[in-house]
């Protein structure tokens, strides 16, 4: 039975919206109209389907004013919102190219056997259920779906039941395009939706918390199916003392408040040389102390508002167990409720250890906690001190500092004199170490890759028979 699920405003505090969630008859229904639209998706060369999807590109395009006032009223923020429409427009782009590489022509290719020689046929997984998180809704909805598709796969996708105002946009523009439609369905509801999708389907993606990405991979194990899993981080950065600190402050403040800090890639500790730390606490502060809230209009500052009560109440305990643990606040630290909306300005702590949760657990908000350190070794070690392995920065005043500590982070992406680049540069190949996921990367052509299968064609040239033949001797 489908079920209505009320959405709850984050500027307001107050339900306002509400979805329809579907059942598992209900995906089994379309999973099974999208397998048997998908072998002449597939069948079609690769530049029909690249075609396909820059006339979505464009879909998107018409409606990105649309998408971004549907995402502000998700989020409650603008400016991020404005820099995800644009994300997935020139995301399109970019997968289209690796997609192409994919599938370049490749000829018979010579083997050991002098006789053999072996070619390859890509088979796409036909259906592919995309489960995406609330906190980049429209980004991290597309960002497995279109290669996906590029790859010749159908495509389930559910967004976050927690932001889903931008969907029935999303889905004009799907409709908008003629044939897309019949391979590429967006569904709303939760997750027993997202539950009965992997059921459904024959390979999952799935980008949310470290807790659901276990019960996701449980699942795809029990249907051997491929989990392509993007979990949570506890990102470090690590400042030396030759770093330019007023460029690093500048780029850790963004980079550990980007989105209020709802960002899986951005930064939740930093580790700075002892020698520098007290100036670079100061600079990052005053920096921290002018960034504005998203308030009374989103497009009015940085800080949005903190996307649940839930959310909020994490911040808080995180905050009052390190205070209560030694750390000391030098900028914001209060949640702040402003017309039903709670906010929590960048807030910097020093004083902080490993004992306390905010530099173990993820903490999901504009919280940066700086700790000193002493020497290259210590750096590392506290670095890499957390089960998570997301990504990492390191800031220095030259590479050949900084890069022998960027080689030693236990991570997946690390940013050399900058935060976040495995976010924005999707040329990039990497993988989530650690508790932060499972699989090929989403970056690069392996994120067209991944979604196929290899057929290998090995073939004979010279007929007669071979010396292991059982008839070989007559
Ligand atoms: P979540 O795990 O609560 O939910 C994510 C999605 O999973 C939602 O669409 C939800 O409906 C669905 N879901 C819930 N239970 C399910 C089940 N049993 N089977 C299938 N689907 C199910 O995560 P969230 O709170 O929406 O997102 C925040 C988390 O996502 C953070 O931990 C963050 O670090 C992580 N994240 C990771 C990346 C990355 O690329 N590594 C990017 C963004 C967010």
């Known amino acids: 039975m489908t079920k209505q699920i009320p959405v709850r405003n984050p500027r307001t505090g107050r339900t306002d919206y509400e979805i329809t969630a579907l059942d598992a008859a209900a995906v089994t229904e379309i999973a099974d109209r999208l397998r048997a639209a998908q072998p002449s998706w ?15 590109k464009e879909a998107v395009a018409r409606r990105r004013d649309e998408l971004i006032r549907l995402l502000e009223a998700d989020t409650g923020r603008h400016q991020v919102s404005v820099l995800e429409v644009d994300a997935v427009l020139s995301g399109i782009d970019r997968a289209s190219g690796f997609a192409a590489e994919v599938f370049a022509p490749a000829g018979l290719a010579a083997t050991g056997d002098p006789s053999v020689r072996t070619t390859g046929d890509l088979v796409a997984y036909p259906v592919v259920a995309a489960i995406s998180p609330w906190n980049f809704p429209l980004q991290l909805a597309l960002i497995d779906a279109v290669p996906a598709l590029l790859a010749g796969s159908a495509v389930i996708l559910k967004p976050s039941e927690m932001t ?14 003629a044939g897309l439609g019949d391979v590429f369905a967006v569904v709303e509801g939760d997750g027993a939706t997202g539950a009965a999708m992997i059921e459904a389907s024959n390979a999952v993606c799935f980008t949310g918390s470290v807790g659901t990405g276990r019960a996701v991979a449980r699942a795809a194990a029990e249907r051997f199916i491929p989990a392509f899993l993007e979990l949570g981080g506890k990102d470090p950065a690590v400042v030396t003392a030759s770093a330019d600190l007023d460029s690093a402050a500048s780029a850790i403040l963004w980079g550990s408040t980007i989105n209020s800090g709802h960002a899986c890639m951005s930064i939740e500790r930093v580790y700075v ?37 839930a959310q909020a109440d994490t911040l808080r305990e ?16 209060e949640i702040e409720l402003i ?11 020093t004083g902080v250890d490993h004992s306390m949760r905010l530099m ?15 020497g290259a070794d210590e750096a590392v070690a506290l670095a890499n001190d957390t089960e998570f392995g997301l990504s990492a920065a390191v800031f220095a005043g030259t590479l050949e500092e900084a890069l022998p500590i960027a080689h030693r982070m236990d991570a997946g992406g ?11 540069v999707p040329e ?40 292991w033949y059982y008839d070989a001797a007559e």
């Open 360 to 374: 173990r657990e993820e903490t999901f908000g504009p919280i940066i906690p700086v700790m000193a350190y002493d």
């Open 273 to 309: 040389d002892r020698r520098v730390a007290d100036e670079f606490v100061e600079t990052l502060a005053a920096k921290a102390g002018r960034v504005r809230l998203a308030h009374p209009e989103p497009a009015d500052g940085e800080i949005g508002p903190i996307i649940t009560g």
């Open 339 to 349: 017309d039903g909306g709670s906010y929590l300005r960048p807030t910097v702590l």
């Open 42 to 56: 597939a069948g079609q060369p690769v530049e029909h389907r690249i075609a396909v999807l820059s006339a979505f």
């Open 318 to 333: 995180q905050l009052d167990d390190a205070v209560a643990r030694g750390a000391r606040i030098r900028t914001g630290g």
């Open 414 to 424: 690390v940013s050399v004199n900058d935060v976040c680049l495995t976010g924005m």
């Open 428 to 467: 990039a190949e990497k993988n989530s170490f650690k508790m932060s996921g499972l699989g090929a990367s989403r970056m690069g052509p392996p994120s067209v890759r991944r979604f196929l299968r290899r057929r290998a064609l090995l073939v004979r040239e010279a007929a007669g028979p071979r010396p």
């Open 164 to 177: 889903p105002r931008f969907i029935p946009a999303l889905r004009e523009c799907v409709a908008e395009v």
